[in-house]
């Protein structure tokens, strides 16, 4: 099949998936109140947000180039601005697919070698992970009481036995692993003699070495920075939204980082752009806290559709300049 028919077809299924999650979410929407929500809404702080979303790309492309000079090379803080912001305009196309496309903007660009960029990748996703799951733990310390209430609910009990009654399935996946394992370590000499084994143990090498650079980097706590601003600003861009609204203005900062956390994980579902899958992982926080259901999906599309509005202005203009800025470097 043709490459580019085989994107197409990934992007038209996966833009299928997030818009019949977001016609779920919405399907009983009142338009009319939404409407006058979004037309009376306190656009200052919208616009401060995408500012600070701005910001935190600003630093994640900052980090990246701290991750990258360690293995000797010296790249463009604009270009990984610009390949950080394609990243995520690919993301909204094809999801997962961005880092993939970062890492071969940025190769192509500085002339380094694809597999070392993915080794920094892989460190930037470990140190994101360990961020999430840190917020993650202070909104459950905080917020035990609510968390109580949610699981003494009869559906989400009802959710928690299904989950054990699939154990069953688990286990058959494990043994299926341990059987994989053991094919390889049986028949492993014949496998060193692939050519598919001698290509993946060059790009495994490549990896590596990206990855023991990124260790013995001068850098660090530049690094661990930007790694908590990255967040901090992430958090905020959702938080200050609240006051764009009389429904929501009310809510405390331990609210917006429950929210904030519920939403991250709501990208991770394989919708373009988290499209649907975040508007409806906000709405259900935001109910937690009193928030009413067509309110929180006014909330949901404020933030997300201007963040994705931002990003498409900003990723097609760095997809447009990027070669501009790289012209007089061509040989």
């Not at 996946?173 to 094919?183: P, R, W």
Request: glycine share 6%; with cysteine.
């Amino acid at each position: 099949m043709n490459k580019k028919l085989k994107n197409s077809i990934k992007t038209f299924l996966f833009f299928s998936v997030g818009i019949a999650i977001f016609w779920w979410v919405y399907k009983d929407q009142d338009w009319h109140e939404t409407k006058k929500a979004l037309l009376n809404a306190d656009y200052s702080w919208i616009i401060l947000s995408l500012f600070l979303g701005l910001l935190s790309h600003i630093s994640r492309a900052v980090r990246w180039v701290i991750l990258i000079k360690p293995m000797g090379y010296n790249p463009s803080k604009l270009n990984s601005f610009f390949a950080v912001m394609i990243m995520y305009l690919s993301n909204l196309a094809i999801p997962r697919s961005g880092e993939v496309v970062r890492c071969g903007v940025m190769g192509k660009t500085e002339n380094i070698p694809f597999t070392k960029l993915l080794g920094t990748v892989f460190i930037e996703r470990i140190i994101d992970f360990i961020m999430l799951f840190i917020l993650l733990a202070i909104v459950l310390i905080t917020q035990m009481d609510v968390i109580t209430d949610i699981l003494n609910k009869p559906e989400v009990k009802e959710n928690i036995h299904k989950i054990l009654l699939s154990v069953p399935f688990l286990v058959i996946i494990g043994v299926m692993v341990i059987t994989t394992l053991i094919f390889l370590f049986l028949f492993r000499s014949k496998i060193k003699k692939t050519t598919l084994y001698a290509k993946s143990k060059h790009i495994f090498i490549q990896f590596i070495d990206g990855v023991k650079a990124i260790i013995k980097m001068d850098k660090k706590l530049e690094f661990i920075a930007h790694s908590i601003i990255i967040w901090v600003l992430y958090f905020f861009m959702i938080y200050i939204v609240f006051w764009s609204f009389n429904f929501t203005e009310h809510l405390s900062l331990l609210t917006g980082l429950t929210v904030f956390v519920v939403s991250s994980f709501g990208m991770v579902f394989p919708s373009p752009g988290g499209i649907g899958s975040w508007h409806i992982a906000v709405r259900e926080a935001l109910m937690i806290f009193g928030v009413g259901k067509i309110d929180s999906n006014i909330f949901a599309i404020a933030v997300h559709e201007s963040m994705t509005l931002m990003i498409i202005i900003v990723g097609i203009a760095s997809f447009i300049l990027l070669p501009v800025v790289n012209k007089k470097n061509k040989p």
